[in-house]
């Protein structure tokens, strides 16, 4: 008779299983990619705006942004709630991953978010111009081919490593992307190479023309947040004609914690010229309902 019962309740749970729901983020496709500038292979997450098949006409913005393993959920929640308030324009995101069950993305960030190789702490870093490459000649002209981009519209975000990279990128490429986003960026990597990057720049030229939004924590590591300050403190004093700015500083968050609060703002600074006119989403419901 108790074998008999174990038996329906394994049964049971075997039905309950089989029925089990699980989350997904709906519009999102899957491109991989294997790069010949870093001889590794990525996949790109890809979300699409909720009218893009309807639009057939339109041409949307694009957003490219790093860490996508970890951060496409937060990004697409945010821009949903972006997009309700007329905040940002509607847009394509294009979020960088890599393939695979039981990743080391911390090792493989560290490879292709540095533009210089640190011996000591990180062997394997220093790839950054050939991820940059990549994009420009593999990743940029993949998705124009593949979906309705504007190429005057494009922006490029990330944090921490990945914030080092965009700064990064903003320099040796700054007509590539028109808008970035720079959240806690690693300002202190290989002996303050992004102060010496930006002296470089501002010596052989009088224009940036860009958007930029660079971010920190206030309750990040002092060590790690300090440079970031004085980081903001250089590039503001600078003259670059056409450079748009926003130094921003996310009271009380620590170094993860400042990703919500730093897409929000940035996605809305970087993305401010464009944004749609006209009432947000709840003034227009409220005035149909009177």
Known sequence: MIRNIFFVLIMLLACLHAGEKHFTIKNTEYISLKSEQTQRDYELIVYLPQDYSEQKDRHYPVLYFMDAYWDMPLLVSIYGQLVYDKAIPEMIMV?????????????????????????????????????????????????????????????????????????????????????????????????????????????????????????????????????????????????????????????????????SEGYSRGLRWVFKDIAPAGPSGLESEIKNER
């Open 95 to 259: 979020g960088f991953s890599y393939p695979g069950d039981n990743v080391d993305y911390g090792a493989l960030r560290s490879r292709d978010l540095t533009p210089t190789k640190d011996k000591l702490k990180y062997p394997n870093s220093g790839d950054g111009p050939a991820f940059l490459k990549f994009i420009e000649e593999t990743v940029i002209p993949e998705i124009e081919s593949v979906y309705r981009v504007d190429p005057e519209q494009r922006a490029l975000s990330g944090s921490s490593f990945g914030g080092l990279f965009i700064l990064y990128a903003m320099y040796e490429k700054p007509d590539l992307f028109k808008r970035y986003i720079a959240i806690s960026p690693a300002t202190d990597w290989d002996d303050n190479y992004l102060f010496k990057r930006d002296a470089t720049y501002a010596a052989r030229n009088n224009i940036l023309d860009v958007r930029l939004f660079l971010s920190y924590g206030t309750a990040e590591y002092k060590p790690f947040r300090e440079p970031i300050v004085d980081f903001q403190k250089q590039i503001s004093e600078r003259s670059y004609k056409s450079f748009k700015l926003l130094n921003y500083a996310i009271e009380g968050e620590r170094h993860a914690g400042v990703k």
